[in-house]
């Protein structure tokens, strides 16, 4: 099967590492892809060690030709400006497409979006609450749930022994995210603050960074249990040294870090925001609390700081609920969605 992968975003982050993961699996399933990217991203660097075609476009409105998708069932896109290439594309060179969205936000009013969506073959949400955002505006689309898939990441012993020496007798409780507003990094912040006056054992590691960075700060200036480490692009060592991760999102699509973060065998406690009940099955697979409350969410951390019962059980559960957002099963579900369109070609 010949599919053209299509994401011009300029960083790296879930939705890029998620992209990777797919293409990978397609890859060794025997796959021909050809890739779309912006040339200053990470993501770009990543998919040029890969065995497939990769052409560059900086913006949607550049790099349209057609040999990139001549020989494509398909393309399928992973980000918003991406849409926009494949629907231009399409217009083009007739040929059609497929839009992963993974987050749950309102969809645009735009002439330019509700064309670009409209004149999608079929839409999949990462999540039940991302396909039901997607039918409020475009009823008639046809809108699928398909999960991401967890990466996984190699830890250094040498760098997990430092985080560890660092955090030394401390139940470690680590959030790693873009400091966005909308991350919820401030619920993360508040629970701290009300654990730093019950349970001196308990620190927090922020991962991340972002424009709300010197506003978190600041409101942590009491906080001497809250440690600020910046982007960490190793991010499989702290999975590797930490006690326990949370995900404290006001909105959020799904939550991969979630998944990424159970792969590793660390307990979870999320929000009940957007798709992360999706992935958080509560008291089996982690602990969900209501949306920005602070004092719920320091209560879970509570209990699980003082079980290792609870602890074990939550990893043992969250290890079997992984098995239906694994990348196998997640490639197959796009490979029947792409042959419903490769017989209709």
């Known amino acids: 099967m010949n599919i053209c992968h299509v994401n011009l975003a300029t960083g790296f982050s879930g939705g890029e590492r998620q992209t990777l993961v797919l293409i990978k699996e397609q890859i060794k399933l025997g796959y021909t892809l050809t890739v779309v990217a912006n040339p200053k991203s990470p993501f770009f660097v990543e998919v040029e060690k890969l065995n497939c075609r990769v052409f560059p476009s900086k913006h949607f409105l550049l790099g349209h030709r057609s040999i990139i998708t001549k020989d494509c069932t ?142 978190l700060k600041a409101q942590a200036a009491g906080a001497s249990n809250v440690y600020f480490m910046g982007n960490q692009k190793e991010v499989g060592n702290w999975f590797e040294a930490a006690d326990l991760l ?46 920005a409350d602070a004092k719920e969410l320091s209560a879970h951390i509570q209990s699980i700081y003082h079980s290792k019962e609870l602890r074990d059980r939550l990893i043992d559960g969250a290890a079997q609920h992984l098995n239906k957002f694994e990348i196998e099963t997640t490639a197959q579900t796009y490979q029947s969605l792409y042959q419903q369109f490769e017989k209709q070609l």
């Open 74 to 215: 398909l393309m399928h896109v992973h980000e918003g400006r991406a849409i926009y290439w494949a629907y231009i594309q399409k217009l083009l060179f007739k040929k059609p497409y497929i839009i992963t969205r993974r987050i749950d936000n309102p969809l645009k009013k735009k002439a330019l979006s509700l064309r670009a969506y409209e004149a999608a073959s079929a839409i999949t949400g990462v999540s039940n609450k991302v396909v039901e955002v997607v039918k409020r505006r475009h009823p008639k689309a046809h809108a699928v749930f398909i999960p991401d898939s967890p990466a996984r990441y190699t830890s250094d012993p040498i760098e997990v022994k430092k985080i560890r020496e660092q955090f030394e007798g401390k139940f470690l409780v680590i959030k790693a995210a873009k400091m966005y507003k909308h991350k919820g990094f401030d619920i993360a912040i508040e629970a701290a603050t009300l654990l730093n006056n019950i349970n001196k054992n308990i620190e927090f590691a922020l991962l991340g960074d972002g424009p709300e960075f010197e506003a």
């Open 246 to 291: 949370i995900h404290t999102s006001h909105t959020e699509g799904m939550g991969s870090v979630i998944l990424e973060a159970m792969a590793a065998g660390l307990p979870v406690v999320g929000s009940k925001a957007g798709g992360i009940p999706d992935v958080i099955t509560h008291d089996e697979s982690g602990l969900l609390f209501e949306i």
